[in-house]
């Protein structure tokens, strides 16, 4: 009964975006800012898948997953710029635009793997499981939890926006990296590409959902939510809690990286304003909107958020924050278990009244 | 020796100078009151080129005024306008200055700057061909400005022209000079001058002494220049030695003024966290919106200042003694609404309570965003305006010192709130054992909102006292609530001890780190030194004590 319903709620959602959808592109009744739009939308998700890991199902509230995000798209978005180089520094190798507007003379050494398309890719990956991996073990290892961590977490989160702020990180400052140009050859502009993009996109996140859901119902995922619900008795139990916790997070970090890489191209643009404070909870905020502790629920609220953020953007702009604050202070007072445990509730009466009807039909019948 | 001698030289000079200006000034007055109310046309013109000639700094401000065809008549004084101020209904009213004999503000008989419309005023017109006349002492006449910043330019500008007498002319125009920063700046270009001109070693040294014991802006400038490309070369050495000793002192008194701003952010934190870690220690909760009560403190310390100013007409600085308990209580209002509606259902609940409050935070922002706009700011009260003026170059301002001894005072009252009253020691058995200190009877919902009460007001209060520093925008608060966690969880939980230490050692930190780093990495030192802190403390500075069981 439950795997039937997975399958039919899968097939809708494949049925969707896989087919309808980009159909719709190519035949011209879909706009083109639509696709990459969801395409967006998708990046998200896959943060949320990350998010929903370490906290809804290690019970770690980490508040810089906007970071990781951004250590990944930035390293995509460097790679693009440099291929998009134009203009030619001292020694004669070439510096992006905005470093000429700054007047850099030469390339900092750290933007020189991102020359070769492997080498940024493996570093967007490697730079943020490499910080989450340092950043992780002293918090871990100190027993830093709960609130503790969500703490020192946005305090990362702010200073590493700060740090991206300054024009002397070499990070196009405030303005981030823009004037995206081409990716591996293709134009970025163009409609196919786009398309492309949203495709990969959507691919990612089944693919990431498949391994997420793979790891959750294994005997790791077990005991990850065992520590959620009790990391002492956990701990007691003769597992090392720091190892499990510092692998989610290492997880949690590379699907940030990951959706972040997928995210630059599509927007065209990277700013440090993707990574500051508000921008990680909110990235919580989808998970608790939509149901933590399920990874459904986490791309559920990713998307129906970003859904409605894009259309109250645009039917009332300045209220969109006051929706937001409500339905969180709603949620989190009344609706634990977000939209899926609202839909679960709804749905579980709706099932419980059919039954007692059918019940009630059966007593006629046998009265 | 040599420099009594000079001493007794220059003091007869100045005698001497003197006693030609008493002479001269008589036929100043002559001259100026033919300018003013010319026997004939040819009178006036003969008179402008005379008073040209004389380079006399007392006629600079008549004369600045008909350059700038800003001069009038006043009980048959002349006068000039100063800056416009508005009135509303575009009319607009001018201060007055007196311009000769004596260059000062024109006062009503209560002590209050005299203002007046243009219309009240006579104007006295002086001809084209006449003011041209003047072109010959331009540079000289901004020497009499009523406004001291522009007699600062005026004394810089004389370092660059050639005139001859400039020399002269500006030891007579600092003789006039009774703004004490506009007479040490006039006296460093005089004796840039003096030394620049100096030919033996001693007359130089002791140039570069009047120099160094002036202390102006650019003294360590001039002096570096002068040891590179002086005239006398013993005195250039001299110059050098100067120099560095100048250098030393100031490092040492950037340290002070440091440590001082360290001290005074330290101690906003301190009154921002203090609220944050009783109402965490006590009930669990993660008040995301703690800073957002900081903004209603502003806003609050901002309406009260509109009302007074604007709807009764007090013009006095009354105002902000009333904010201050004003924003705490409305700030504690607030809290109180919020415990009611929100926070009371997510007691020992942190993590939801931080989201839930999160949430409250982003609708009271945009509230406050669509009520005020974007940018207000307080006037601070006047006698916050300054500072104290510990010695030369360092000045510690008196809002800064406010907010220190607020902090001294609202911390002192919490220290005695929660250890010497009865309430207090609710809020302590609460904070230890709730369970416990409901079967004896203290009723904890009662003192969970009352608590929440305090700690909202303290925030407010923190937000009445940092609109002496800043603006008030809608998303103060949240410039600030990541630090003030910080300082909560360095401090150790609902310990008062913990965040005055760890607040002040933040603040410090922060500015001391920012002087040896550029700010940001300051920022990232400090989350390094927190985090490897915790591998060491990880519940603080003073964490409680006992076995408290874990889940």
Redesign the interface.
């Known amino acids: 009964m439950e795997k039937t319903k997975d399958f039919r709620l899968y097939g809708a959602f494949i049925v969707l975006f896989l087919v309808l959808l980009p159909l719709g592109n190519l035949f011209g009744i879909v706009s083109n800012n639509t696709i990459s739009l969801w395409g967006r939308y998708f990046c998200f998700a896959i943060v949320a898948l990350g998010v929903d890991l370490i906290w809804g199902y290690t019970g770690i509230l980490s508040m810089c997953q906007a970071f990781f995000f951004c250590l990944g798209g930035y390293s995509v978005a460097m790679h693009i710029v440099m291929k998009g180089a134009t203009a030619s520094g001292s020694d004669g190798t070439s510096i992006p635009d905005f470093m000429v507007w700054n007047q850099v003379e030469s390339l900092p050494f750290f933007w020189a793997p991102f020359q070769s398309f492997g080498l940024a890719m493996i570093l967007g990956l490697l730079i943020p499981a490499v910080f989450a991996f340092v950043f992780g073990y002293f918090i871990f290892r100190s027993r830093i939890k709960g609130v503790y961590m969500a703490i020192i977490t946005q305090a990362l989160a702010l200073a590493m926006w700060l740090l991206f702020l300054r024009n002397e990180t070499m990070l196009g400052g405030t303005n981030g990296l823009t004037d995206f140009k081409s990716l591996l050859g293709f134009s970025l502009a163009s409609p196919n590409v786009k398309l492309g993009l949203y495709l990969l996109s959507l691919s990612g996140l089944c693919g990431t959902y498949f391994l997420s859901k793979k790891l959750v119902d294994s005997k790791f995922g077990k005991v990850l939510q065992a520590i959620r619900d009790s990391e002492s008795r956990t701990s007691y139990t003769a597992y090392r809690i720091l190892d499990y916790k510092l692998a989610i997070f290492i997880v949690g970090a590379l699907l940030a990286a990951f959706a972040g890489m997928l995210y630059a191209p599509q927007t065209g643009i990277i700013t440090p304003g993707r990574m500051d404070v508000r921008a990680s909870v909110e990235m919580v905020m989808w998970v608790a909107l939509g149901g933590r502790g399920k990874l459904k629920g986490a791309i559920l609220g990713a998307l129906i958020v970003n859904f409605l953020y894009s259309i109250c953007t645009s039917l009332f702009p300045d209220s969109w924050l006051f929706i937001l604050g409500f339905l969180f202070v709603i949620t989190v007072l009344y609706f634990d278990k977000g939209f899926l445990g609202m839909i679960e509730i709804i749905g579980g009466k709706f099932r419980r009244k059919q039954i007692t009807e059918k019940v009630a039909g059966h007593q006629v019948v046998e009265s | 020796m040599n420099y009594i001698v000079k001493m007794w030289l220059g003091l007869c000079l100045c005698l001497f100078i003197g006693k030609q200006v008493v002479a001269q000034s008589d036929s100043t007055h002559f001259y100026v009151s033919q300018v003013l109310n010319p026997s004939n046309d040819s009178a006036r013109t003969r008179a402008i080129k005379r008073l040209v000639l004389m380079r006399d700094p007392l006629t600079f401000p008549v004369l600045g005024a008909i350059n700038d065809k800003k001069i009038y008549m006043l009980n048959g004084k002349p006068v000039t306008t100063g800056e416009p101020e508005e009135l509303g209904e575009g009319s607009e009213v001018f201060p007055l200055y007196y311009l000769f004999p004596e260059n000062k503000p024109v006062l009503e008989a209560d002590g209050k700057p005299k203002k007046v419309t243009l219309e009240t005023l006579k104007k006295v017109d002086v001809s084209r061909s006449d003011r041209l006349a003047l072109n010959l002492i331009l540079p000289y006449l901004n020497l009499a400005n009523p406004e001291p910043e522009k007699r600062i330019i005026a004394y810089g500008q004389l370092l660059t022209s050639s005139d001859d007498s400039k020399i002269k002319i500006l030891t007579e125009a600092l003789k006039l000079e009774n703004n004490k920063e506009a007479q040490t700046a006039g006296k460093e270009i005089l004796f840039q001058l003096k030394l620049n001109e100096a030919v033996s070693e001693t007359e130089a040294k002791a140039y570069i002494d009047s120099l160094d014991s002036n202390w102006g802006e650019n003294v360590t400038i001039v002096l570096k220049e002068y040891s590179a490309s002086g005239k006398v070369a013993g005195a250039k050495k001299y110059a050098s030695e100067k120099v560095e000793a100048l250098e030393g002192l100031q490092s040492r008194i950037e340290k002070a003024q440091n440590l001082f701003s360290g001290i005074s952010l330290g101690s906003i934190l301190i009154l921002i966290a203090l609220g944050l870690a009783i109402v ?1 220690g006590l009930a669990g909760i ?1 008040n995301m919106a703690h800073g957002e009560f900081l903004m209603i403190g502003a806003y609050t310390t901002f309406c009260v200042q509109s009302l007074f100013i604007d709807t009764l007409g007090v013009k006095s600085d009354m105002f902000f003694f009333v904010s201050l308990p004003v924003s705490f209580i409305v700030a504690g209002i607030f809290g109180l609404v919020l415990e009611k509606l ?1 926070v009371r ?2 007691y020992s609940r ?3 309570s ?3 409050t ?6 009271m ?3 406050a965003r ?1 009520i005020f706009g974007d940018l207000t700011a307080v006037k601070a009260p006047s006698f916050l305006a300054g500072g104290w003026q510990v010695m030369p170059h360092l000045i510690l301002p008196y809002n800064r010192l406010f907010i220190i001894v607020l902090t001294i005072v609202v911390v002192s009252l919490t220290y005695l709130m929660l250890y010497r009253s009865r309430l207090g020691i609710q809020i302590r058995a609460v904070t230890q054992n709730r369970s416990m200190s409901a079967c004896l009877g203290v009723e904890t919902r009662k003192v969970d909102a009352i608590t929440f009460f305090l700690g909202s007001g303290l925030a407010g209060l923190a937000g009445c006292a940092m609109t002496l520093i800043g603006n008030v925008v809608p998303d103060m608060g ?1 410039t600030y609530i ?2 003030s ?2 300082v ?2 360095t401090g150790g939980v609902g310990k008062i001890a913990g965040a005055i230490l760890s607040g002040l050692g933040i603040g410090f930190l922060t500015k001391v780190l920012e002087s040896f780093y ?4 300051g ?2 030192l ?2 390094a030194l ?3 802190f ?3 403390k ?1 519940r603080g500075l003073f964490p409680d004590k006992g076995r408290i069981a ?2």
């Open positions: 965490y993660i929100v259902h997510l942190p993590l939801e931080l989201l839930a999160w949430g409250v935070s982003l609708i922002v945009q509230t669509s949240q990541v630090d966690f910080l909560v969880v550029e700010a940001v990495y920022k990232v400090i989350l927190i985090v490897v915790l591998q060491f990880p874990e889940d």
